[in-house]
Antibody, heavy 121, light 107 residues
Framework: QITLKESGPTLVKPTQTLTLTCTFS??????????VGWMRQPPRKALEWLAL???????QYSSSLRSRLTVTKDTSRNQVVLTMTNMDPVDTATYYC?????????????WGRGTLVTVSS | EIVLTQFPDFQSVTPKEKVTITCRAS??????LNWYQQKPDQSPKLLIK???QSFSGVPSRFSGSGSGTDFTLTINGLEAEDAATYYC?????????FGGGTKVEIK
């Protein structure tokens, strides 16, 4: 069974750095054609892709948030970490991690339950 | 950036009716289009990948079609449990993008 779980602070202050951890099981991030991605969803709004990291260490980032994001992986611990600097109240959202797989095309096939992060002083 | 425009934004449908949701890409994406279902307070679930391939375990009433820039998600015979918001997502090019969502309500 493949599972992913997001963890991190539920409340951060403006200008602080957010660090979220995605801990997964049932697959390895050292397997070919596997990646883990991060998305977010502000309350009552649409999904937004943030970043992803591949089995081969390749990273990709949202164009609009690239300067604030870093994604890293720890294959031995089955974890992917997302950091987002200079948090603002508009960054209040549920943050999801998901496995990205390939068969004909790339797709996010298994998602975590998400973690709500509120940015407020 | 490839913009995905979904329509309608909202649809109120009677059970057993057919539902059609459209997703239009701002540029050619071939068949690199996936559909997700998100029920209230849940994470998204993959329904359709590569425009028309049903994901494992998805009921057969869900189907996808299209290629290039125009895509459709169809629910043949809506059931009460299908009340959700549906999103399209393109995996053709970075940055990855999602549509704005279509909320389906059961009358």
């Amino acid at each position: 069974q493949i599972t992913l779980k997001e963890s991190g602070p539920t409340l951060v202050k403006p200008t602080q750095t957010l660090t979220l951890t995605c801990t997964f099981s049932g697959f390895s991030l050292s397997t070919d054609r596997v990646a883990v991605g991060w998305m977010r969803q502000p309350p009552r709004k649409a999904l937004e892709w943030l970043a992803l990291i591949y089995w081969n260490d390749e990273e990709q980032y949202s164009s609009s948030l690239r300067s604030r994001l870093t994604v890293t992986k720890d294959t031995s611990r089955n974890q992917v970490v997302l950091t987002m600097t200079n948090m603002d109240p508009v960054d209040t959202a549920t943050y999801y991690c998901a496995r990205r797989s390939f068969s004909s095309t790339w797709y996010f096939d298994v998602w975590g339950r998400g973690t709500l992060v509120t940015v407020s002083s | 950036e490839i913009v995905l425009t979904q329509f309608p934004d909202f649809q109120s449908v009677t059970p057993k009716e057919k539902v059609t949701i459209t997703c239009r890409a701002s540029q050619f994406i071939g068949s690199s289009l996936n559909w997700y279902q998100q029920k209230p307070d849940q994470s998204p679930k993959l329904l359709i990948k590569y425009a028309s391939q049903s994901f494992s375990g998805v009921p057969s009433r869900f189907s996808g079609s299209g290629s290039g820039t125009d895509f459709t998600l169809t629910i043949n015979g809506l059931e009460a449990e299908d009340a959700a918001t549906y999103y399209c997502h393109q995996s053709s090019a970075f940055p990855l993008t999602f549509g704005g969502g279509t909320k389906v309500e059961i009358k």
